[in-house]
């Protein structure tokens, strides 16, 4: 086995990732109709969540154009308070271990102090570590089979590995982000659900 030939494959594979990540956040930041596909997702997500079970969501604060879950998510806390379940409804949000570079998720609400992390993104301050049972992850692209492009980092990978159980795992994005010919590598977790401002891209049946 040529190891210098697989080393240059692997350097090409992810010089061509990082390339595809900057198109399509340039181009998702240069969306004229942002807003309104950000409100077509935002009835999508809350059809979707209508009979899940889950009392605890993990989600995430968008970022570079990236699609905002967190009106929709206080709508299905406030509808759980509306229905007076049992179990108090929960929303968290990542919270990076920079030990394991992985993430923890810390509950959040509407106007609950924040701070920035080592990234510069907010992070609530001092609230309750949570462990959700569904993850709502953001991607910069996603394919059939439920396969999801980041931004390189390896956070929600390794985060997925170490979690047990694992959450259920559900992909947003925009239908610009949707990739016909993307090959997964080996260390790739696929996600459970893939939704979109058209509707469910994954699964198909």
């Known amino acids: 086995m040529d190891k210098s030939k ?39 997500m809350r059809i979707w969540l209508v009979g899940r079970p889950d009392t605890v969501i993990g ?32 929303i968290g949000l990542p919270v990076i271990d920079k030990v ?18 080592a990234y510069g993104i907010p992070k609530p301050k001092d609230t309750e570590l949570i462990v959700p049972t569904l993850l709502f992850v953001p991607c910069v692209g996603y394919s059939a089979g439920g396969y999801r492009l980041g931004y390189g980092g390896g956070f929600y990978d390794r985060t997925l590995a170490a979690l047990e159980p694992r959450p259920f795992t559900v992909g947003l994005g925009f239908t610009n982000g949707f990739l016909e010919d993307f090959e997964p590598e080996a260390h790739d977790l696929p996600l459970d659900a893939i939704l979109n401002d058209n509707g469910v891209v994954w699964p198909t049946s």
């Open 6 to 44: 697989d080393a240059d494959t692997s350097a090409t594979a992810s010089f061509l990732k990082d390339q595809l990540r900057k198109a399509l956040i340039e181009q998702r930041l240069g969306m004229p109709d942002r807003l309104a596909r950000a409100d077509l997702l935002q009835r999508v």
């Open 100 to 117: 394991h570079k992985t993430l923890t998720f810390h509950a959040w609400y509407p106007g609950c102090q924040m701070e920035e992390d």
């Open 59 to 90: 989600a995430y604060w968008p970022i570079k154009g990236e699609f905002d879950p967190l009106p929709a998510l206080h709508r299905w806390k406030e509808d759980g308070e509306l229905m007076e379940e049992t179990q108090r409804r929960r």
